[in-house]
């Protein structure tokens, strides 16, 4: 059985956040991209995410209905686009292809997000070193490499619950991802098939997100 959820967290930027999140009073554009080798879960988590937009706690205070439709989808050039509301924010989620024909579409959609879910097979051990390389290719993008401080990773060890799922902590390990790791990131175990663990990686980005200057 794969561990239960459990979270690491970089120990930079633990600054409490602002007590009025700016998601809080008016509704904003959030775009995130979610990175991965193929497998891992990227989509579902992200349908996932937009089967509870409109619901769960983060939509309590919304009286606004889901608006949860595909933006744009785009196979031919392995991106996928979807849009749908959580609460106050709007987010657009931009599935990444992990296949490196693909790469030299990066730039646009990284220069333009705002947050990053890095989402891993936990169950995988033997890919783990092709994710490392992936982050690695990753986090030298040029639209990346400069964005130290405003550009959060949400790390997700999913598939928590198969056997043979290596934990958080371990992921950060295998990943490579310590106290040296220079954007804000937290790793959390997930369960794409039943939402376990999103919930808490998406509050973090979010909040982190709206603390960020790089926020329109
Ligand atoms: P990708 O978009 O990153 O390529 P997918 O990955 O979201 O398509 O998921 C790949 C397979 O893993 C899917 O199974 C999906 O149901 C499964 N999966 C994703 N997340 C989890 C999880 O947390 N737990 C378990 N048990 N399975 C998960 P299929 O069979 O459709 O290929
Ligand atoms: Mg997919």
Redesign the pocket.
Known sequence: MGGGASTAASTNGTKPAPKRSMFATKREDCQIL?V????????????WLKSTSGKGPSNKASATASTSAPLEVVPTVGLQLEEFSRGSVNFKFI?MS?QSRYRELWGSYFREAQGVLF?V?ATDRLRMAVAKDELRLVLNHEQVAHRLNSLPFAFLA?????DGAVDSIELAVLLGVDEAFQHPWLMVS?????G?GIEQAMSWLTEKISASTSCP
């Open positions: 979610v991965g080798l193929d497998n891992s879960g990227k989509s579902s988590v992200i349908a599935d992990g989402v097979d999913n598939k928590m619950d198969l997930t369960c794409a098939t039943t376990e």
